[in-house]
């Protein structure tokens, strides 16, 4: 009984919203309109750190124009880099680029599929998904503000699974 009351209060609430913006007017399909705050908690959660990004003339239009202090000094502890003239950024976009493909996989990946996949890793593969799993560790050991992650409870049970695992 409490269900329905639920999903009946639900549908009433839902009956007064006069747009879905993630699905009609201009938005279209647009989920996020800048990727601005996932520089700016970096920027912000290691302020004493330099940071090294690839070129992007929109967020760097973007943080030029925000104004960074600290007790009324400005923080400027960042820089954007051509990727050729940076052989770290060349790496974190194969980081970055490869867990891209990861999160992806375990996005649109079965759980039976997920299980048949890692059953049939090579040595190579497990070997590989090892040291993954053994550099994440160490980096979560040294700091949780490293990790930043947008993704379902499934793709996290599936990550879980996959890497660590861990049985759901």
């Not at 996932?38 to 104004?67: G, T, V």
């Not at 050991?141 to 992650?149: A, E, H, K």
Request: charged share 30%; glycine share 4%; aromatic share 12%.
């Amino acid at each position: 009984m409490l269900r329905a009351n639920v999903i009946e209060s639900l549908v009433k609430e839902s009956l007064k919203i006069k747009e879905l913006p993630f699905i009609s007017g201009f938005h279209g399909k647009e989920l996020i309109s800048s990727f601005m705050a996932f520089y700016l908690r970096n920027l912000y959660l290691f302020k004493n750190s330099r940071h090294i990004f690839d070129e992007e003339k929109s967020i760097q239009d973007e943080i030029k124009e925000f104004d960074w202090t600290e007790n009324g000094i400005p923080i400027q502890n960042c820089e954007f880099v051509k990727s050729n003239d940076c052989k770290a950024v060349q790496i974190s976009d194969v980081v970055a680029g490869f867990l891209g493909k990861y999160f992806t996989y375990l996005k649109n990946v079965s759980d039976e599929q997920l299980t048949i996949d890692k059953s049939e890793l090579t040595n190579i593969q497990k070997n590989t998904l090892d040291s993954l799993k053994e550099l994440i560790d160490i980096s979560d050991d040294l700091c949780r503000g490293f990790f930043n992650t947008v993704s379902s409870e499934g793709e996290q049970r599936r990550n879980n699974y996959f890497l660590h695992g861990v049985e759901a």
